[in-house]
């Protein structure tokens, strides 16, 4: 089983950039598609960003698309996501996920292990 951690949230004001990180140990993380997920109070959490295995596949939410860019260091076992242009309906505690396989998906329960999360908060 794959153990993740992210980092880099805060608070940061409207139009403003921040850069998520997912430090993943345990097992082999260039074996796993990674995600992204986001979970606002009183909302379901929904999918933001995913990549693939190698990080040549890449797939967004119409939310963040031109915003956001998913990307991974599979040497340092180590995703990231850029938040770009940050608008205050981005403000969600964040999730990494992997899957057990090279592919990407969508759907949180096609992800098999979480990390616990960081806040991102953008004010106006």
């Known amino acids: 089983q794959v153990q993740l951690v992210e980092s880099g949230g805060g608070l940061v004001q409207a139009g403003g950039s921040l850069r998520l990180s997912c430090a993943a140990s345990g097992r082999t993380f260039s074996r796993y598609a990674m995600g992204w997920f986001r979970q606002a109070p009183g909302k379901e959490r929904e999918f933001v960003a995913t990549?693939?295995?190698?990080?040549?596949?890449?797939y967004y939410a119409d939310s963040v698309k031109g915003r956001f860019a998913i990307s991974r260091d599979n040497a340092k076992n180590t995703g990231y996501l850029q938040m770009n242009s940050l608008k205050p309906e981005d403000t969600a505690v964040y999730y990494c996920a992997v899957r057990s396989t090279i592919f990407v998906a969508t759907s949180a329960h096609e992800y098999s292990a979480w990390g616990q999360g960081t806040q991102v908060t953008v004010s106006s």
């Open positions: 990549i693939s295995w190698s990080g040549g596949s890449t």
